[in-house]
Nanobody, 122 residues
Framework: QVQLVESGGGLVAPGGSLRLSCVAS????????PCWFRQFPGKEREGVSC????????HYADEVEGRFTTTVDNANNTVYLQMNSLKPEDTAVYYC???????????????WGQGTQVTVSS
């Protein structure tokens, strides 16, 4: 059974930082690329970042490039999203997801976490 469990969301002031964690079980990052998506109220989920060490590729959305960093701890099957210089417009529910490396170009996640709320406000 595949499980993706996120943690680390919360309330932070503009300009602050948060680190989200996602622990994966039932899958391997050798077969799936770990990704982060976010969803604004009333909007579709949108991609934030995806990384695959096997494919040697990292992708960030333009809106977060240079502020967010995704890292992978393969030993603990955990992926992190370090978010710096946060802005109110980053407020959203953040989801961990994984995409099969066989279909990576489709950018369609195969599994999702439950989501964690990030609120950037003074």
């Amino acid at each position: 059974q595949v499980q993706l469990v996120e943690s680390g969301g919360g309330l932070v002031a503009p300009g602050g930082s948060l680190r989200l964690s996602c622990v994966a079980s039932g899958i391997s990052f050798d077969e799936y690329a770990p990704c982060w998506f976010r969803q604004f109220p009333g909007k579709e989920r949108e991609g934030v970042s995806c990384v695959s060490e096997l494919l040697e590729t990292t992708h960030y959305a333009d809106e977060v490039e240079g502020r967010f960093t995704t890292t992978v701890d393969n030993a603990n099957n955990t992926v992190y999203l370090q978010m710096n210089s946060l802005k109110p417009e980053d407020t959203a529910v953040y989801y961990c997801a994984v995409i099969s490396l066989d279909d990576y170009s489709d950018y369609e996640p195969d599994y999702w976490g439950q989501g964690t709320q990030v609120t950037v406000s003074s």
